[in-house]
Nanobody
Framework: VQLQACGGGLVQAGDSLRLSCAAS????????MGWFRQAPGKEREFVAG????????YYADSVKGRSTISRDNAENTVSLQMSSLKPEDTAVYYC?????????????????WGQGTQVTVSS
């Protein structure tokens, strides 16, 4: 599975942004998908995850209520809609795929990673 993330950019605090991740390969619907982020000098952290059908969603407390993760198995895509962005949301955002579904919040459980897309939120 190859993952290609896009949609990052420079926005102002309070703006919204939609990140997308396109997956190539077979059986996309059998992968749990996650978004992680890594800010400079910090460890990679879980942002949001979605299981396979029927999809359940999971969020970090820091983005809960401001973000929505969704997937389109027909298009092999997963998206992360973020609103009310804050400067502390600034990071490189990565999408990742996990075969099956074990620990949606654990980065080490993911099998494939995209290249990352930069999100910068100015105050």
């Amino acid at each position: 599975v190859q993952l290609q993330a896009c949609g990052g950019g420079l926005v102002q605090a309070g703006d919204s942004l939609r990140l997308s991740c396109a997956a190539s390969g077979r059986r996309f619907s059998m992968y749990a998908m996650g978004w992680f982020r890594q800010a400079p000098g910090k460890e990679r952290e879980f942002v949001a995850g979605i299981s396979w059908t029927p999809a359940s969603t999971y969020y970090a407390d820091s983005v809960k209520g401001r973000s929505t993760i969704s997937r389109d198995n027909a298009e092999n895509t997963v998206s992360l809609q973020m609103s009310s962005l804050k400067p502390e949301d600034t990071a490189v955002y990565y999408c990742a795929a996990q075969w099956g579904f074990s620990e949606i919040r654990a980065a080490e459980k993911y099998d494939y990673w995209g290249q990352g897309t930069q999100v910068t939120v100015s105050s």
